[in-house]
């Protein structure tokens, strides 16, 4: 995916707790990655909709084959 600003889709402070939960710490660019992979998820799930003669994307439209 092309570098460039894109709206925020994650809970920073959310995701940041799940992973210290986990006993992790987090690095700086470790939520403009997630959110990055969370575009592409959607951008999937679109293509995949669409490919079934579908608007509507649905859960298993985020499985991977």
């Known amino acids: 995916m092309a570098k460039k600003s894109m ?3 994650v809970i920073a402070s959310k995701a940041k ?3 210290k939960k ?5 690095a700086g660019d470790a939520f403009e990655a997630l959110n990055g ?8 799930a679109a293509k995949r ?3 079934n003669g579908r608007k ?3 859960g298993h439209d985020f499985m991977a084959n």
């Open 22 to 26: 986990a006993g992790c710490n987090t």
């Open 49 to 51: 909709a669409k490919s």
């Open 56 to 58: 509507t994307v649905r």
């Open 7 to 9: 709206e925020p889709l």
């Open 37 to 44: 992979y969370v575009y592409w998820l959607l951008e999937q």
């Open 17 to 19: 707790g799940v992973l």
